[in-house]
């Protein structure tokens, strides 16, 4: 079984800055892509960074300039640096990592949310 547990979240003025962590235990070969995506009140859940295992990423366009994602693959932890925070970056942040077990069978896996507010 793998976990995945969030910190870092919390309340910030806008404009400030949050740094966000999810770190993966469990037993596994390897973790492919990792993510984290946000859900603010009443909407859907959205992409928000991804960065693969070498280290490409991809930016949801809201956030891009922003927000950096980062990686330490032998902490097995994803990061997401969050600068010059909008009060439109409200949501609970959850990250996913996509992740190859012994069988080599790749399978997602979800943390359980932090909560961001950014007060205006």
């Known amino acids: 079984q793998v976990q995945l547990v969030e910190s870092g979240g919390g309340l910030v003025q806008a404009g400030g800055s949050l740094r966000l962590s999810c770190a993966a235990s469990?037993?596994?070969?390897?973790?492919?892509?990792m993510g984290w995506y946000r859900q603010a009140p009443g909407k859907q859940r959205e992409m928000v960074a991804i960065i693969t295992r070498g280290g490409n990423t991809n930016y949801a366009d809201s956030v891009k300039g922003r927000f950096t994602i980062s990686r330490d693959n032998a902490k097995n932890t994803v990061y997401l640096q969050m600068n010059s925070l909008k009060p439109e970056d409200t949501a609970d942040y959850y990250c996913n990592f996509v992740v190859t077990h012994f069988d080599y069978v790749a399978m997602p896996y979800w943390g359980k949310g932090t909560l961001v507010t950014v007060s205006s």
């Open positions: 469990g037993r596994f070969v390897s973790i492919n892509d």
